[in-house]
């Protein structure tokens, strides 16, 4: 008689499966609430740069390129305008102070002055006949002085001498008053003649200083417009380089004209072009340095000059002490300008991260330098070589300091 075999509910087969499925079911649950859930992005670790934060004196400078410019530059402007008939110094030449640079010449001017000349040599020529006038006139007052004198005298004996008849009665009182009448008219003559000769003096006088007050001012004139026909020869004003000469002969020159300009070799300046982050920490107190030929030579800030164009600006420095030899003019230099004193702070090395983050934040490589972490951070001042680090890591922690472009949105990268 057949037994009927009971089926077992718990293979061995069932068992492993559910087991499986069990654990599968497990991993994805624990996964989704206990797993790392932040996006991360695979990146091979020679394609990276990694970096070691650490705390040492940070140093407040920039490096620059500056060139090398004449301490001050003087233009050559046509002071009278005229005809260019001379070019008497070529361009890179050395000058003197004084040498003449060209010759121009200017038709009018030369008439002007002769113009001038002439009615100089009028002015004289009346000056000369007033006072000749006046000697005269003060020749013939004197003579009628002379005469009046001569005649009062005579007058004065026949007023004495009838004066004492008219008392003895000898003659009559008609014959007396005429005597007397012509002695009083004779005196009173002496006396107008000399206030009129004092009134002509007088007139005489401030003609004559009117006339050589107008000689004087011609001849300053005259003086001038010569000095403006010694200015048709363009003469250097200091001594130093002939950079450029702008005249042709035969060119029509107009006055204030620019026609060339001297570079004052005496001593020089550093030009640098600084980005205006910097453009409210730079100040006339500060001091650089270059290197040339193996020496170090100082320089000081001179001028800073406001303006900003395509975001930098000027800076001129010039030399502290001696000059170095043979620096020449359009010579360039990596010059260090200090912007402050050094002091303890953790840094982190320069990199091209800080483009792409505006260092907010950077990634922190794990001890075990198997994957990185983003994380927060704050900079402070920066110099050529470091960041200075205000806040977010610590000394001896590793760092990405090369590009997050290709990064996008991770928050972790797998270093491999």
Known sequence: MDRIIEKKKWTTKKIVWISVGSIFVFLILYN??????????????????????????????????????????????????GRVEELVIEEGTMVQKDDVILRLSNTNLHLDIMNRE?????????????????????????????????????????????????????????????????????VETRELVIENQKADSLFREIQVAQLENSVDQMEMNL???????????????????????????????????RLGQIHVLDEFKIRLEID???????????????????????????????????????????FIEDLPERIRTGQTFRVKLELGESQMALLVPRGA?????????????????????????????????????LEGLEPGEKVVISSYDNFGRAEKLILK
């Open 32 to 81: 989704l609430i206990w797993g790392d859930h932040t996006s991360k992005f695979n990146v091979q670790k020679e394609r990276i740069s990694i970096e070691e934060v650490k705390e040492d004196y940070f140093q407040d400078y920039i490096t620059q390129t500056g060139t090398v410019e004449p301490i001050s530059t003087i233009f050559l402007d046509a002071i009278e305008g």
């Open 118 to 186: 002439a009615n100089l040599a009028e002015q004289m020529n009346n000056l000369r006949n007033t006072r000749l006038s006046m000697e005269q006139n003060k020749l013939s007052l004197k003579r009628q002085l002379l005469d009046l004198d001569y005649q009062i005298s005579i007058q004065k004996r026949d007023f004495e001498n009838s004066k004492e008849l008219f008392e003895k009665g000898y003659i009559s009182d008609k014959d007396f008053e005429e005597i007397k009448d012509r002695h009083d008219y004779l």
């Open 223 to 257: 003086e001038f417009v010569r000095q403006k026909l010694e200015n048709l020869n363009v003469k250097a004003p200091v001594s130093g380089l002939l950079v450029s000469v702008n005249a042709e002969i035969g060119e029509a020159i107009g006055t204030g004209q």
């Open 276 to 318: 205006e982050h910097y453009i409210s920490r730079v100040n006339a107190s500060l001091t650089g340095e270059f290197d040339f030929t193996g020496t170090t030579y100082g320089l000081k800030v001179k001028k800073i000059y406001p303006e900003v164009r395509n975001g930098r600006f000027g800076v001129d420095l010039v």
């Open 353 to 389: 991260f800080y483009q792409s983050t505006g260092g907010q934040y950077i990634f922190v490589v794990d001890p075990t330098e198997k994957f990185a972490v983003k994380r927060d951070i704050r900079l402070g001042r920066m110099n050529p070589r470091y960041y200075e680090l």
